[in-house]
């Protein structure tokens, strides 16, 4: 039997005599039930009443005692320091990019913070008012020497983050990653998003110079090659591109065209026999849709060396014309290109030289010299909407240039290091991308994480060392890495070590003429019995029957709390009761419905300014108590502790009820928008 497997045994052996609330579990045992729980919580339930299992309790509360919030965690970086030896095993790379996320609300009632706003780290979160978030930016580290990965931040931002926060973001990592884990950053990995183009531009790296410099030292920039390879395959079916083809003995100027592909496709398809020379080129190859055009195998299949050697098999025959050259030269510089960014063995496959690891004698650094020059010369023929020329370069073209630049300079470092062999296929963003599909379906859910779900889902899969990540229909490669740190070390950090948002509550003044006038209003609304008010003196009801089990009984706190049911706002609660004979529900006071509506009335107006501030839950008691009038509560006897009672029932269920009304609005604009959007395609004839 497997470790797991023989601690599950010992597990029910232990405790399949203990009564359900008696039994007690190690962290292993709750990691791996909290494994089983979010891949499924149905059979996770269908367990539970099958074998003894710990309690959704019990493994929720595993999730919040890590502390791994967003922005930089000094206690994981440190952590990557103590389980790193070697300098070879610190050299590393940096990886960003961001997931999709649901726009969604949570109040986190252990930590006393609404989830769901724009968190850009600790020094900015509270720097302006933040909008809901529907983007998640992870970095990660990946060893270059030893095949480690640990994803080291997070930050929430609304339609992606913009270029100067990722600027900050990235120094704040690079900063704890050289001061807090000793780390070498030796690169920056990213896909060619405009904001991460336009941050890496405002760092100063170009083509010519493809490295930012942090603290006296070079950090190359490159992109990942296999978004680069689906976005030159993109390109390449929308714009002809012009290239030099050598022709004997001279060097001409053609143009490729995608459509020499889909012409040879069609020639390959009429084959009588069931034998075909492109056989892994299908029509989704071609014309993808949906989900295909994210695909990097498919855009590997069609610039790959079976395809140019078809190409050139039909020019030979005259099936083709001349032109087609050009096509079959592209495809296969780009092959050869993306293979010497891929190579994960120490030998090249046969007919593929660079597709190996980087050594003094693999050739690397001739190739790489010209296929600089071979790409800088590709001219793809752009057009704007008025029928002009684009002159510059597409990012997909500029992306390999600085590539090619930075590869050689990262392989020229970690030599002078002592290096004798890079593995080309660290140097790609897979690590990451692997991390996105286990934390996607650790939420169970066929739409994108909540922002709430996203960190508890990220918290497990670092819990269980990333073993999921074996998903079929990946977009990436197995990348082969192992976790650094799974954070079981962190289960049992000290609140005094932690990156904890300072708690104390400054009383905000509101105007005083509004809280007076809504108070009137409400008041005169309540006496009336205006039907706005029914459902206020219902919850007034419920919370003061709460109330009244902790008065011991006193006859002034219930005269005080309760009234007669003949009051017209108790109208409502008048009918919610069962039958006519026995009263069961509780009938609120004037004073107290009185003080609940203006109470909820501040909450609404402090959450619509300042939702999103840490520890809100003590910032809105501190503003009740402040704005509310609670004099009509004379009991001396139990005032302090009933109105403590009070206003914290008030926050938390004014909190949640915010919460839900927002990600009602949420889901109605999602609605309409998709109803939008549909419309559109019906007009658009799509």
Excluded at 330 to 345: A, K, M, P, R
Excluded at 404 to 421: D, V
Aim: with cysteine.
């Amino acid at each position: 039997m497997s470790l797991t497997t023989t601690n599950f045994l010992i597990s029910q052996l232990r405790c399949a005599k203990r009564e359900p609330r008696g039994r007690r579990w190690t962290v292993d045992e709750k990691v791996v039930a909290l494994a089983l729980y979010k891949r499924s919580p149905k059979c996770y339930n269908l367990l539970r009443k099958i074998v003894a299992m710990p309690s959704r309790r019990t493994l929720l509360s595993l999730l919040e005692k890590i502390p791994f919030s967003a922005g930089i965690n000094k206690h994981l970086f440190k952590h990557i320091n103590d389980n790193l030896k070697s300098d070879e095993d610190r050299c590393c790379v940096l990886l960003f990019d961001e997931m999709d996320i649901m726009e969604n609300f949570t109040y986190d009632q252990s930590n006393d913070v609404i989830v769901g706003f724009e968190d850009m780290g600790k020094e900015r979160r509270y720097s302006q008012p933040r909008k809901s978030a529907n983007r998640a930016l992870v970095f990660m580290c990946q060893g270059l020497a030893r095949k480690w990965k640990q994803p080291v931040a997070y930050y929430f931002s609304y339609n992606g983050s913009r270029s100067n926060d990722l600027v900050k973001c990235l120094m704040e990592v690079l900063f704890a990653a050289k001061h807090f884990a000793r780390l070498d950053v030796v690169g920056i990995i990213c896909d060619i998003g405009s904001s991460n183009v336009k941050a890496l531009k405002e760092l100063h790296s170009t083509i010519e110079t493809p490295f930012i410099q942090f603290e006296d030292k070079n950090i190359y920039t490159m992109f990942d090659p296999p978004h680069l390879l689906k976005c030159t395959v993109s390109l390449f079916r929308k714009h002809n591109v012009i290239v030099p083809v050598a022709v004997g003995d001279t060097e001409e100027l053609m143009t490729a065209k995608f459509q020499d592909i889909q012409e040879a496709h069609e020639i390959d398809k009429r084959s009588p026999l069931i034998f075909r020379a492109m056989h892994k080129i299908k029509d989704t190859h071609l014309t993808p849709v949906m989900k295909y055009a994210m695909k990097v195998n498919l855009a590997a299949q069609v610039m790959s060396r079976t395809v140019a050697a078809f190409l050139y098999t039909l020019l030979s025959r005259g099936e083709l014309e001349q032109r087609s050259l050009a096509t079959a030269t592209f495809i296969q510089q780009v092959d050869e290109l993306f293979h010497s960014f891929n190579g994960s063995h120490m030998t090249p496959p046969p007919g593929k030289e660079v597709k190996c690891f980087v050594t003094e004698e693999s050739g690397h650094m001739s190739y790489w010299k010209r296929a600089f020059n071979v790409v800088k010369r590709w001219q793809f023929k752009r057009y704007t909407k008025q029928g002009q020329l684009r002159s510059g370069k597409p990012p997909s073209q500029s992306g390999w240039l600085v590539s090619l630049r930075a590869i050689q300079g990262i392989w020229l470092y970690l030599k002078n290091k002592g290096f004798t062999s890079l593995r080309p296929r660290s140097l790609n963003q897979d690590s990451l991308e692997n991390l996105f599909g286990p934390v996607r379906s650790g939420c169970v859910s066929g739409d994108n994480p909540t922002t709430f779900q996203f960190m508890g889902s990220l918290k497990t899969q670092i819990l269980n060392g990333l073993t999921s990540h074996a998903l079929h229909g990946t977009n990436c490669e197995e990348d082969e890495n192992t976790l650094l740190s799974n954070l079981k070390s962190f289960i049992n950090v000290e609140e005094s070590s932690r990156d904890v948002d300072d708690l104390s509550v400054t009383p905000l003044d509101l105007q005083r003429e509004v809280v007076e006038n809504i108070s009137s209003n409400i008041a005169t609304a309540v006496s009336q019995g205006d039907t706005e008010t029914l459902s206020v003196a219902y919850l007034s009801g419920f919370i003061a029957k709460g109330l009244l089990t902790s008065t011991d009984k006193c006859q002034q706190c219930r005269s005080l709390l309760c009234s007669e049911e003949d009051a017209l706002h108790n109208q409502f609660i008048v009918f919610k009761e069962w039958t006519d004979q026995e009263k069961r529900l509780t009938y609120p006071t004037e004073a107290l419905v009185v003080a609940i509506g203006q109470a909820i009335t501040v909450i609404e107006m402090l959450l619509n300014n300042d939702g999103s501030k840490s520890a809100i839950g003590h910032f809105l008691y501190a503003q009740i108590q402040l704005q509310v009038d609670f004099s009509w509560f004379s009991c001396t006897a139990h005032k302090v502790c009933v109105l403590q009672s009070l206003i914290k029932a008030i926050c938390r269920i004014g909190i949640q009820w915010w919460c839900k009304r927002k990600n009602r609005d949420i889901k109605q604009k999602r609605k309409e928008a998709r109803a939008s959007n549909r419309k559109i395609k019906k007009f658009k004839h799509v």
